[in-house]
């Protein structure tokens, strides 16, 4: 079965220090990975997403993520931290292989992120 | 602008009260998908639909409807609301075929049911 781990509840980072949020799938085939945030009563917005090629990819507001197909992971990180990154982070991924989901996003529980001036 | 939209934003209602979650998506998307967001549980799909009067079960259908009349909306029934419905939903959308393309998410709506 498809599932997605986000081992930590929460972060805590000082701004300007580099930031990493942790994520690890577990799908049949080759996956398409996704980032998301949530600010404050907002909905989600998209961040980035790894489908093929490149294992670092580049996405919105200076966050990238690296994925590793032998550790399974798609950490999410940002070299420099934002007091403003401050929200909730999402990481989902999408077996396109999986039958019966219909390519149906899997999320993870969520990754809170505290950055401190 | 493209958008995904949901009414209400925020609702309090009472056990055993019918009510509906409104949402339209402006992109001409086919596919469209609700999840309900609990602390601790990330996103749960309750529902999802690839295309009008096309809809199928998600994670956790319990307790809900959904309809697919037309191709911009797809709202979210609760015949009879109990407190574990309580929570805050999301209505999403993506182009159908596209696996490798992300969801459009609405700005969610807060449910409390007393």
């Known amino acids: 079965a498809q599932s997605v781990a986000q081992p930590e509840d929460q972060v805590n980072v000082a701004e300007g220090n580099p930031l990493t949020v942790k994520c690890t799938y577990s799908?049949?085939?080759?996956?398409?990975l996704f980032w998301y945030v949530q600010y404050p009563n907002r909905g989600l917005q998209f961040l980035l997403k790894?489908?093929?090629?490149d294992n670092l990819v580049k996405g919105s507001y200076g966050f990238e993520a690296e994925f590793n197909k032998s550790q399974t992971s798609f950490h999410l990180k940002k070299p420099s931290a934002l007091v403003s990154d401050s929200a909730l982070y999402f990481c989902a991924v999408r077996d396109p292989w999986g039958g019966g989901s219909q390519g149906n996003l899997i999320f993870g529980k969520g990754t809170k992120l505290s950055v401190k001036p | 602008e493209a958008q995904v939209t949901q009414n209400p934003r925020y609702l309090i209602t009472v056990t055993g009260k019918k009510l509906t979650v409104t949402c339209s998506q402006n992109?001409?998307?086919?596919?469209m998908s609700w999840y309900r967001q609990d602390p601790g549980l990330g996103l749960r799909q309750i529902y999802y639909s690839m295309n009008v009067e096309v809809t199928d079960k998600g994670d956790v259908p319990e307790g809900y409807k959904v309809s697919r009349k037309e191709k911009r909306n797809f709202p979210l029934i609760l015949e009879s609301p109990s407190p574990n419905q309580t929570s805050l939903y999301f209505c999403?959308?993506?182009?159908?075929?596209?696996?490798?393309?992300?969801?459009?998410f609405g700005q969610g709506t807060r449910l409390t049911v007393v």
């Open positions: 992109m001409n998307h086919e596919y």
């Open positions: 999403a959308s993506r182009i159908q075929g596209g696996m490798n393309t992300e969801a459009f």
């Open positions: 799908v049949s085939g080759n996956p398409y």
């Open positions: 790894y489908i093929t090629g």
